[in-house]
């Protein structure tokens, strides 16, 4: 039996290096076009610089993947990047080329629409301001709010000088505390406008704090935003 298997093991070999050969031909030949949205990272925003104005979050490609690469395309793995260290203070046309893009292993980009868009430099400048918290709704009958602590106090913002200068707090996102008779505890987001931005956390948390109102002996914390 192992001289029958022996016998013309080389043409056996190139058999299977011919068959391996195919395979991976075929698995790269078959391409499949993929359209998706993907964010747009701005690289550089810890320098002295920010943005400001309009400019697109994200971009439309076209993209080319080999079989076995498809099913990993995905706006988590294809992102496009915009150095602002390479951008001058006030209006940049910048062009966004499909070389620009970051695709997996097996995927070429082969269109990024719009080709050129806007993007407004200016000198950026940081704060540090009190965070206030935005409450929605009110508690059950007979339950009022006691107090609102947000952790932490502050926060360090960035932006344009000039938006920055006349920053003086943060909201929160809200938090509902619609019919609620027990504290509230809830990590949210902050209410920023496109050109500022946290520094140092993108979130905070706010403990509301409820208690029936026979109980209260002292006004709710004026500290929140209804």
């Known amino acids: 039996m192992l001289r029958a298997l022996g016998r013309d ?39 002295p610089v920010a943005l400001d104005g309009p400019r697109p979050e ?8 080999a079989r076995w690469a498809a099913e990993r395309v995905s706006p988590a793995t294809v992102r496009l990047r915009v150095d602002l260290a390479r951008l001058r203070e006030g209006d940049n046309l910048v062009h966004l080329l499909p070389e620009s893009v970051e695709a997996p292993s097996g995927v070429r980009v082969i269109r990024v629409a719009p080709a050129w868009v806007t993007v ?7 704060k540090t301001v009190p965070v206030v918290a935005r409450l929605l709704g009110r508690p ?78 002292e006004a709710p914390s004026t500290g929140t935003r209804r």
């Open 9 to 47: 093991w080389q043409l056996k070999l190139l058999s299977i290096l011919l068959a391996g050969g195919l395979w991976f031909f075929v698995g790269t030949a078959e391409r499949r076009e993929i359209a998706l949205a993907i964010p747009v990272e701005y690289l550089g925003l810890e320098g």
């Open 58 to 65: 994200s971009v439309d490609v076209q993209v080319q993947a």
């Open 120 to 126: 407004r430099v200016v000198k950026a400048a940081t």
């Open 140 to 217: 059950a009958p007979a339950y009022v709010l006691r107090r609102v602590v947000v952790q932490p106090a502050t926060v360090e913002i960035k932006g344009p000088r000039t938006t920055i200068e006349s920053r003086t707090t943060v909201d929160t996102l809200p938090v509902d505390v619609s019919g609620r008779r027990e504290a509230v505890t809830r990590t949210v987001g902050l209410a920023l406008p496109d050109s500022i931005y946290p520094v140092d956390r993108r979130t905070v948390e706010v403990t509301v704090d409820i208690r029936p109102e026979e109980t209260m002996q």
